[in-house]
């Protein structure tokens, strides 16, 4: 049976995508082959990250989906500032976070819940971030001992539907397509 690479994901408008794209040219003096940095179409917010799912299985997501979704109504989340993360651990990331948001955390907590409830996955802690760039691990030493990033950014992105999204592992990099889109609150 064929299994897919799947995550439910928040993807982002395309004049925020755009915008965040264009941080990208403040970091070009790091080594190119040591950052990975993500393609506009791939920036998006992970929700639950799945794994790799047969078809029955993502049907079953599918419903759950559904089921959270009616359950929530569309939100504003706001997009504070780029830094280097994870925060308090070997950083591996430039990353856009935004303000805390309990109508975020109700919408990937449902989710994470129903769907463990149902499938028995564990899921690891919930961090919101969108991913701009991945570092190798040499890179990874060189950016604790640059000057703090921060990048303050005041972006609000209006949040009015989940994807389920599959994720196709390729040599130049993820290419991510849309299984499913559904809108909250219906």
Not at 103 to 130: C, E, M, S, W
Request: hydrophobic residues 40%; aromatic residues 8%.
């Amino acid at each position: 049976m064929t299994k897919r690479r799947l995550f439910i994901a928040i993807n982002l408008p395309e004049n925020v995508k755009e915008r965040l794209i264009g941080f990208q040219a403040k970091w070009t003096d790091l080594e190119p082959h040591s950052v990975n940095w993500v393609i506009k179409p791939n920036l998006h917010i992970t929700l639950v990250f799945l794994g790799y799912v047969n078809d029955d299985e993502m049907y079953e997501i599918c419903q759950t989906m559904k089921q959270v979704a009616k359950q929530q109504e569309p939100f504003s989340l706001k997009l504070e500032r780029i830094i280097v993360g994870p925060p308090n651990a070997t950083p591996r990331m430039f990353w856009a976070e935004g303000e805390k948001s309990q109508k975020l955390a109700d919408l990937q907590g449902d989710l994470n819940n129903v769907i463990q409830q149902r499938t028995g996955y564990q899921y690891k802690a919930f961090r919101p971030h969108i991913t701009l760039a991945r570092f190798k691990y040499e890179v990874a030493k060189k950016i604790r001992e640059m000057p703090k990033v921060e990048e303050l950014l005041n972006i609000t992105i209006l949040v009015e539907s989940i994807e389920l999204m599959q994720s196709n592992l390729k040599r130049t990099g993820p290419v991510y397509a849309v299984l499913e889109s559904i809108e909250l609150g219906r």
